[in-house]
């Protein structure tokens, strides 16, 4: 059984389906990041996992209990989300100490979390004169106070500078190699790029890739072509006929999966015209873009 497992986890709003039947795990020991466009889901995702909303069907739990089942919640799993509220008038100690009462976690917990995230020597600032930056940093040391085993963080990077994502990225590494479970939601693919073992990617609601992320999205590496055809639209159709991803840009075809020797034969075996053809290696993007753009 997995830390976090997601099986057929469906959510519908007023007759619009945010998730649609999605299923997979997130193992421990290995950061994973969670990768989609806009309005894919994600943040639906991860608030159905921590109880804020419940699924319309499937479930999705903690070695196999829902959030809500949890003995000792905020010992076992920590949790960021955007929406994240500080009181102003508290100063970043207090509302570390406030939520660690309200745990059952030890007062030296704050001064660890503190040093941990380097917010120890503004501890006693209110949290209105906070920077961007520093309110994620506070809101990243919440979620450790707990010394949870599994943490779920959505869009972390938020309102850090690059030596603050730099900073993130060596403590969610840190955190897998302690053997927690680190599932990351993100829109930064460059950034996630440097910082997961693993990813799951959504679009529209649905999955459309789940595995270590040389695999799913070639770690920017693989065959790939980009094509000009006399018919595109009829190539394009016959290459994803043999399970070739292919977006298309005005009138070239950029495919992945398929070096242009493959592209070549495909057309001539359709008989189709091709006015250019070149080979190309996949970039990070282009193969993240193929796997969520819509179908057709």
């Known amino acids: 059984m997995a830390p976090v497992e997601i099986r057929g986890l469906s959510k519908r709003f007023r007759g619009v389906t945010a998730v649609r039947d999605l299923t997979f795990d997130v193992r421990p020991g290995r950061v994973t990041g969670f990768l989609g466009p806009n309005g894919a889901g994600k943040s639906t995702t991860l608030r159905a996992l921590l109880g804020l909303v419940r699924p ?29 509220a500080f009181h102003p008038g508290r100063t970043g100690r207090d509302h570390l100490r406030v939520l660690a009462l309200a745990g059952r976690h030890p007062d030296r917990r704050v001064d660890e979390v503190l040093e941990l995230v380097g917010l120890e020597g503004a501890d006693r600032r209110r949290v209105k004169g906070y920077s961007m930056g520093m309110r994620q940093r ?107 991803r292919v977006h298309r840009d005005g009138d070239e075809l950029h495919v992945h999966g398929a070096g242009a020797e493959t592209v070549g034969e495909v057309a001539a075996e359709e008989r189709l015209v091709l006015h250019a053809l070149a080979p190309r290696s996949r970039s990070l993007e282009a193969a993240f873009f193929a796997l969520t753009e819509a179908d057709g």
Do not use: C
């Open 138 to 244: 506070l809101a990243i040391a919440a979620a450790l106070l707990g010394d949870p085993k599994v943490l779920v963080l959505d869009e972390p990077t938020n309102g850090l500078d690059p030596p603050g994502i730099a900073w993130l990225r060596g403590l969610l590494r840190a955190q897998a190699g302690e053997g927690r479970t680190v599932l990351v939601s993100s829109h930064l693919l460059a950034e996630v790029a440097q910082s997961v073992d693993d990813v799951v990617v959504i679009a529209g609601g649905e999955l459309r890739g789940h595995g270590p992320l040389a695999d799913v999205l070639g770690g920017g590496d693989g065959p790939g072509a980009v094509a000009r055809a006399k018919d595109p639209a009829r190539l394009a159709e016959a290459l994803q006929r043999r399970g070739h």
């Open 56 to 84: 319309t069907s499937g479930s999705a739990t903690f070695d196999g209990r829902p959030y809500d089942a949890l003995e000792h919640p905020s010992a076992e799993v920590g949790a960021l989300l955007e929406d994240t």
